[in-house]
Every structure is written in C-alpha cells, then in structure tokens.
C-alpha cells in the first residue's frame, strides 16, 4: 500500500437537531473552499441521498455516505480513506442531531459516532434566532457531552443571526463560558433556503441548482465565517491511501449475477488484462436518484459497467445489458411522465420476460408494478413486471433502519445472506400473486424474488455487506484505516473534594490494571503541589499566589496523553470550571473519562477531620463539595460512601471497557501492543 503524507483539513458540520441549516452552511463552505483552488471532498452521515447530491454539484465531485450502523466502523473508515485520497479538505455534514442515530444501539449511526470513529472534530451549527446567552449554555451542553463521548467541537457558527450586535451578544457569551469559539454567523436569508419534501431537501436535480447560485452563497460565506481560523482548527496530518487504480493494478474480471462467483473478495485483484466488461444498466434521473455513492463503486469494482439511463426521457433500454438496477426516488411525482413514457416501460418489461435479472428498491420497486395510484387516487400504468398495485399514502408508512436475512440470492452482495439499509416510504404495495419474498426483516417475509427479478422497499447497503453465518466483514475498499487521525492514550480523571477517596480509588485503580498487564501513569495534584511550595497545600491557594500550577500540570498531564500513555490523574479541577475546559482544550479529541466521586456530609467531615498528611480543613472540603455537584452531570457518578474501593474500582473498569475509545486502548495495553 503506498501512502502519501498529505495535509488534510477535516471536520464533521453537525446541528442539535435537523432544520438548524446543516446543508446550506455545508454547501456554503464547500463552494467558499473550491473558490480558493482546494480539492473539496463532501461525504454525509446516515442514510441520506438528497444532501449528496446538493454536495456533488458544489464540489463536483462524488459523495459517498458514511454510516456506523450500516457499514460498520471499518467500512466508515474505507469509505473514508477512499475519498480522501486526493483532498485538500473533507466535509462531512451530519445527520439530524449530533447525537441521533440508531435508537436501539449506543449512538451507531450517529454524526457523534461517525466523527469519533474518525478521530474528526466537530462545528456545531446552531439555529441563534431569539437566542442570546442562552445560545452559550446550548453550546456548552453539546460540547461537554460530546467530550465524553471522545469527539471535540472546535466551533461553533450561528445561523439565522440578526443583527451584528446579536452576533457580538453570542460571541461574547461563548467567551465568557470559556467555549469554542464563533467562528461564523449567518444572517436570515430566504434566497439562501432550500425547500424541502417528505423529510428532507428537494433533489439537486429538480431544483436546477446553477453555479450563480452557489457561488452567491459562497460569497456570503466569505462575508460570514472566520475562515483562516476554521481551517486551522481542523487542520490534521495524515496517511493518505492510494487506491488501486493508481498503483497500476487492474480488477479482476467477475461473471455477472453469479453466484459461483460469490467467494471472490471485492479487494482481491490482479495484474491481467480486463476483458469486456458487462454491461448494467442505472436508473438516473430525477425520479430516480437515491443511490449510495459505495454501492455503485462496489459494482464498479466486481467488473461491472454501469450504464445510465433515463426512464423519463430514453425511449428504450441502452443495448447489450446483463442486468438493470432500479434505485430509488419519486416515481409519484413524475408519475405522468413515466405513464406516458410506454416505449420504455414496455422495454422493461420484455427484459424481464427474457429473465434478465433486475433489482429495484423503493421508487424502483413501484415503477415495476403494474399500476401507480397516486394521493389523490389518480391511476397511472408502470412496467408491470411485478403483478401489484402500489397505493401512495398521505402519510409516512415506513421510516427506519432495517436489518435484512436474504431469502434469494443476492450475488453482488459477496454472498452475504444479512444486509443492513434504511427503509423510508410513504406507499403501500399491494400484491395480486404470491411471490417468494426477497428477505425476512424480524420474522416477516418482505419484497419479491423471482425469476430474475428482486425488489423491495428496503435500501440495502451491500458495499461491505456481512454474512450472518460466517460473521465475514467484505471491504470493498482496501483497509487503510487514519491511524493518525485515531486517539493513541486516554485520561481517567479522578475528580472531588479533598477526602471524598481520590487517592485511594486512583492507586487501587492503576494496581488493577498494572495487574493486567496495562501500563499507566499516575499523576497527583497533592503530589505535584510540593515541587511549588511547602506553604501551597492546596491548588486553590497555588493560583491564588500567582504560581502556574494548573498551567503546568494540565499540559504535564495533555503531553502524556498525547504520547500514548494511559493517565489517572487524582486532581480537584471540578472546584472550577474553568480548570475543566482548561484540560478538555489541551485534551482536544483525546477520550478522556471524569469521575466524579462524593460522599455524605457527614462522612465527608469525619474524613477531613482525621486527616493526618496536613491540617483538616472541613469548611474548605465543603464548599468544594458544593462546586462539584453543580457539573457532576456530566461525569461518570460513584459514591464512595455506599460501595467499596473494590466495587467502585470494579464499575469503573466495566465502564472503561463499554466504552467505545478506551476499550480498544486497554485492550491495546494489556496485550502489549503498545509500551509506556
């Protein structure tokens, strides 16, 4: 594998809900960057096809979708480095909320676990209209959480802003909360909206979106953000991956619709001369366009060649084709055109009568029923390759993500018999023959199989489809995974008032894993304070004296975790906030874990009162108990009172395990893959 040192600028545009103006501000920067003479690559979150293809027309180069549930973690990250491999920066725009994803998983799916998985960083893009310092404390909730999830938001741009007296107010309000910086603020702008349908944007290609426009946008983008700044906050070193194709290699030939040819890995290929490429043909025009970018560039890969065509405008099929794919889209909107079109949908119907193989997911899957019965009860004649009717509702029917067992072959799959996809219709498909089902999802039969005709509601994700039965992950892609962009150490924060049993936790804690065989580092803020003074027998009173302890210490404490040491630290930053951020910032997307720690009132002053190391301070060990509690939310919570050293030490390791970043650093440790 040949890897090129190449600098990238990289980040996930994330929102804390759908609607905030993730897209437009998306295309707005991509436009701005490609206008300076920089290779823009647009990748997007979750199960979309609608925003790629906004992203496609602004940076005029394929998107593909990155998605933790569907693709795997391994399969984000081939994806990833694929379409990296040229770029001067990547955007990826998020899904929904940052945190909304899969609802039965932790966050699989998510924009949060899709720039984690990546080792990205975040711009939290914030719908501010009516908003004032309340802007800060929405920020500041985002940011905390998405911490101690491991992933770091660098930035935040304002969107729907007033006027330059509101953007000072949020400005400031970020600045005195010690947040991430503003780094853009959009005015309200109607020219700048785009209009949506069932859930999400109209098509690019509906829309006739021109350059003017784009570049109109990305003019007000120059205006709007801090650029220089942006770029420097998600400026990140990397090994770029160079395909196949440019290493002169050559795909090995694949027989089409084949399942002999099932055992062939997608990324196994050789130097030999490729034959005559069979042909399949591609549904693509305006009521056919959700397609996955990886699923196409899978096909590419197995030896196909993919030929487009269009249902609305082509009279006939394109000549010498094996095999059509029928993507989805909005059949019920071109409904008329598609009717009248009867050249071609005869076409499509004497194929399948030739038992030409055919496969057809949602929009596709209607287009070969017989007939189309619109929301206002309007019939329209499809294909009829499928003996059905397809009934459009006026509300959404089905909405979510589907795992598929296969009950028909399937052979671009790489033999793969369960697919994961996403299913999103607002139709009913009415069957007047029984026909084998495609897949079962749960216990209930779906879609169709036979002859050489599949379809079905379901957009499956084949790309890097797994084998129920063998637990087989196929990358489409070569593997080569940012190992430069992935965290390398961890901080465990033991954090609480003096005497609540940080020193104590902490020591038992790092004996049980140096008991493992995991190496750790253990740093003390008691410990650290005596190399300042004897008289400075307290953090608090170190600052206050004007020593840089905290200065110090926090980059002590950043440096060894960015050299790949696995850190406790026994420290009392939660007695200020700002001794939190402090860290967070020199942590940056490094996965850190805080633990906070108390006890009673009661207990905490029998403690401090038999202190023997130095003089008991009880009023002092209170008030810190107080400070603690206001930001103990956002910590892992153990009580000291109510469960042992030993049980509390035994939580916290099942925590580190559970959890997605330091689990595979402990693992890494513990088996000797790395030394401290």
């Given amino acids: 594998m040949n890897l090129l040192q190449k600098n990238l600028h990289a980040f996930c545009i994330a929102a804390p809900r759908s609607g905030e103006g993730k897209t437009t501000i998306a295309l707005a920067l991509m436009r701005l960057l490609c206008s300076r003479g920089m290779d823009v690559r647009a990748f997007k979150c979750g199960p979309d096809y609608i925003d790629p293809t906004y992203h496609a027309k602004a940076t005029g180069h394929p998107v593909y ?105 949020l400005r400031r309000s970020l600045e005195q909360a010690g947040l991430p910086p503003l780094l853009g603020a959009f005015p309200r702008s109607e020219k700048w909206s785009l209009p949506e349908r069932q859930l999400g944007l109209v098509p690019a290609l509906e829309m006739n979106i021109d350059t003017a426009w784009l570049d109109a946008l990305a003019a007000g983008a120059a205006d709007a953000v801090a650029m220089e700044k942006l770029l420097a906050l998600t400026l990140i070193t990397h090994d770029s991956c160079a395909h196949e194709e440019s290493s002169g290699r050559k795909l090995k030939e694949f027989s089409p619709l084949s399942a002999s040819c099932s055992h062939i890995a997608v990324h196994a290929v050789q130097d030999i001369s490729v034959p005559e490429k069979p042909r399949m043909g591609i549904a693509r025009d305006k009521a056919f366009c959700f397609s996955y970018g990886a699923n196409e560039r899978a096909l590419e890969l197995q030896g196909w060649e ?39 949908r005869r076409s499509v119907y004497d194929f399948a009568a030739r038992n030409g193989n055919i496969y ?61 996809g996403h299913e999103f219709h607002w139709s009913t498909m009415e069957l007047h023959h029984s026909y084998p089902p495609l897949y079962t999802i749960g216990n209930e039969p779906a879609g169709v199989a036979f002859q ?26 070569e593997k080569c995974p940012e190992e430069a962009l992935l965290p390398k150490g961890g901080l465990i924060l033991f ?55 905290t200065e110090i210490f926090h980059n002590l404490i950043s440096h060894a975790v960015r050299t790949g040491m696995l850190v406790l630290v026994d420290h009392v930053a939660g007695e200020r906030p700002e001794w939190l951020f402090d860290i967070e910032e020199r942590l940056g997307e490094l996965p850190s874990v805080h633990l906070s720690l108390s006890c009673s009132s009661q207990e905490l002053e ?45 939580n916290i390791i099942d925590f580190l395990y559970a959890h997605p970043l330091f689990s595979s650093l402990i693992q890494k440790k513990c088996t000797g893959e790395e030394h401290v």
């Fill in 306 to 344: 993919l030929v487009p065509f269009s249902p609305l405008s082509d009279t006939q099929l394109p000549n010498g084709l094996e095999a059509i794919y029928f993507p989805g889209g909005y059949p019920e909107v071109f409904a008329k055109e598609l009717a009248a079109n009867a050249s071609l």
């Fill in 452 to 477: 050489g005709v599949r379809a079905g509601y379901l957009h499956l994700y084949w790309a890097n489809g797994f084998s129920a039965s063998s637990q087989n992950h196929t990358q489409v892609y």
């Fill in 606 to 650: 029998r403690r401090e009162s038999g202190r023997t190391d130095r003089t008991p301070d009880v009023t002092h060990a209170h008030r810190q108990s107080l400070a603690m509690q206001q930001i103990a939310n956002n910590a892992l919570q153990l009580d000291t009172e109510a469960c042992s050293s030993e049980v509390c030490v035994a």
């Fill in 65 to 169: 979708n990155l998605d933790t549930w569907m693709m795997d973690t391994e399969g984000v990250r081939s994806t990833w480095a694929y379409g990296i491999r040229h770029a001067d920066v990547a955007i990826c725009e998020g899904v929904m909320g940052l945190f909304d994803g899969h609802a039965d998983t932790n966050g699989a799916g998510s924009t949060i676990d899709c720039a984690r998985t990546l080792g990205i960083p975040v711009l939290l893009v914030v719908n501010a209209k009516g908003m004032g310092s309340s802007f800060a404390a929405l920020v500041e909730g985002f940011y905390r959480q998405a911490k101690r999830a491991g992933v770091r938001i660098v930035g935040t741009i304002a969107n729907n802003t007033g006027s330059p007296r509101h953007v000072a107010m």
């Fill in 360 to 420: 057809a997911e949602c929009g596709g899957y209607i287009f070969l029923a017989d007939t189309l019965v619109d929301a206002q009860g309007r019939e329209w004649p499809m294909c009829g390759v499928i003996n059905a009717t397809a009934h459009m509702g006026s509300a959404l029917r089905s909405l979510g993500y589907r795992e598929a067992m296969l009950c028909a072959d399937l052979p671009f799959a790489n033999n793969a018999t369960l697919l994961r």
């Fill in 495 to 549: 954090d609480g008032p003096s005497s609540v049993g940080k020193t104590t936790l902490s020591r038992l804690l790092q004996e049980t894993l140096q008991q493992k065989n995991c190496r750790t580092l253990l740093l003390s803020a008691d410990t650290f304070l005596r190399s300042f003074s004897p008289s400075c027998d307290s953090v608090k009173k170190a600052v206050e004296q004007g020593l840089p302890f």
